[in-house]
């Protein structure tokens, strides 16, 4: 069999691109998945070799075999020029900002972004003198009443962490362009296969590598694409820090990418069916799934989307502190804990109200988010189902 050269996988579909993006079977003896490359230091067989670095990779910090296929792949999977990938989603975030901003700037910031990326605003960005402005998700074009003459950066997440407001991107990146300001994308939620966002107009785009792509909950990773435009801002800024992730994670990471679609397509399924379920429920006011009628920005997402992921959350009629415990603690199959997009279903309480600026948070009665996994669906319900029941029994 031959390889096929990274240009002739362009016209490939996704799926296709996931399965053979990023190998390359000759080089290592034939075997099928690229092997992990542990190490600092790389030799240089002459001083004029050295003198030159030529050599395919020069020194850990700068790349391996196995850093090098995720990169490859999932640049080809994001159509984008480049990718970096970084220890975490956070840093993922850290390093799209301060590839772009420097003393004396103002950014924009969506008011639903990963609580965590406002603490990086208020604090780090804040100390180099970058000043941040929240604003609503749904703002839409109207976000040019908020630039500012020295505005550099829009940072955007769809749909919001927790609240899942879906933004009107285009119209949003129609804006910035015109004004010559950077738009980042936290596209975790959608990944490269629900939403592209280079085909959308955003300049740089980050994954948490974490969720989705690990897939399995036993790694922490984060991926940064970028447009021709701000590749190399961004490479420039990772290669200052040096920040790269372990080989071992690299490599889990490409074992995930290699099923990607197909349990994307299935936490779709789950995902929806789970929510259509709960939306029946007495005890639910609002199902904040962005395939669904109910959430803010459905019809953009609609239009922009290829698809939706596990992960959503519900508002629950007004209950007792008590009565929650009881529904949260009894609970068989779904865990309690952070992150998602592991093969198992997770649920987590969520308040926004002491930290949202832009759009006061004050539903009725607490916030749930859920990540549902791969069991059985009819198990889940009658988990949930459960749940409500000792909830109902408790004042
Ligand atoms: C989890 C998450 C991150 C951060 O990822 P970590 O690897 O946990 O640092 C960033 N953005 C979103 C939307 C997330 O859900």
Same mark, same amino acid.
């Given at each position: ?7 002739s ?14 190998r ?5 003896s034939? @075997?099928?998945?690229t092997p ?11 001083? +004029?070799?050295?003198l030159?670095?030529r050599m395919?990779f020069?020194?850990?910090t700068?790349?391996?075999?196995t ?8 640049? #080809? ?23 772009? %901003?420097?003393?004396? +700037?103002?950014?924009? %910031?969506s ?8 603490? @990086? ?6 100390? $180099?003198?970058? #000043? ?5 998700p749904?703002i ?11 505005? /550099?950066?829009?940072?955007? #997440? ?9 933004q ?24 490269p ?6 085909a959308?107009g ?49 490599f889990?990471?490409?074992?995930? $990418? ?7 397509n ?7 069916? $789970? ?30 989307f290829?698809? /939706? ?10 209950? /007792?502190?008590?009565?929650?415990a009881?529904?949260? +603690?009894?609970l ?5 804990g952070f ?10 309480? @969520?308040?926004?109200?002491?930290y949202r ?7 009725q ?9 791969? #069991? ?17 029994a408790?004042?």
């Amino acid at each position: 069999m031959a390889e096929k050269p990274a240009d002739s996988r362009k016209n490939l579909k996704n799926r296709t691109k996931l399965v053979h993006a990023g190998r390359k079977p000759s080089e290592q003896s034939g @075997f099928v998945n690229t092997p992990i490359y542990r190490g600092s230091t790389v030799l240089f067989p002459t001083l +004029d070799d050295l003198l030159n670095r030529r050599m395919p990779f020069t020194y850990g910090t700068q790349g391996s075999p196995t850093t090098e296929a995720l990169q490859t792949a999932w640049t #080809e999977l994001s159509g984008a020029k480049g990718t970096v990938i970084v220890p975490t989603g956070l840093a993922a975030i850290a390093i799209a900002l301060l590839a772009v %901003v420097k003393a004396g +700037d103002h950014i924009l %910031v969506s008011d639903s972004v990963y609580r965590p990326n406002r603490n @990086f605003c208020d604090t780090i960005l804040k100390r $180099m003198g970058v #000043e941040t402005t929240y604003y609503e998700p749904l703002i839409g074009a109207g976000i040019e009443a908020l630039i500012r003459p020295n505005t /550099s950066v829009i940072f955007l #997440e769809t749909p919001g962490s927790q609240t899942f407001e879906v933004q009107d991107i285009p119209a949003i990146v129609a804006v910035a362009r015109a004004k010559g300001i950077c738009t980042i994308l936290d596209n975790t939620w959608a990944t490269p296969l629900f939403f592209q966002a280079h085909a959308h107009g955003v300049d740089i785009s980050l994954e948490a590598g974490t969720k989705y792509l690990s897939g399995h909950s036993d790694l922490l990773l984060g991926l940064v694409t970028a447009n021709e435009v701000w590749y190399p801002a961004l490479h420039a800024t990772y290669d200052a820090f040096a920040m790269c992730p372990g080989p071992e994670d690299v490599f889990l990471a490409l074992r995930g $990418m290699r099923t990607l679609e197909l349990r994307l397509n299935e936490a779709q399924r789950q995902g929806l069916a $789970m929510a259509q379920w709960l939306g029946g429920r007495k005890e639910v006011l609002k199902v904040l799934h962005p395939a669904l009628p109910s959430c803010p920005g459905h019809e953009i997402w609609k239009r922009d989307f290829l698809g /939706s992921s596990g992960l959503f959350s519900i508002l629950l009629a007004p209950c /007792s502190q008590q009565a929650l415990a009881a529904f949260l +603690d009894g609970l068989e199959l779904f865990g309690m804990g952070f992150s998602w997009g592991g093969f198992e279903s997770l649920v987590i309480p @969520f308040d926004c109200k002491t930290y949202r600026t832009a759009t006061p948070w004050a539903p009725q009665g607490p916030a749930l988010r859920f990540s549902i996994g791969l #069991e059985d669906i009819e198990d889940l319900k009658a988990d949930l189902a459960a749940g409500f029941e000792r909830m109902h029994a408790t004042p």
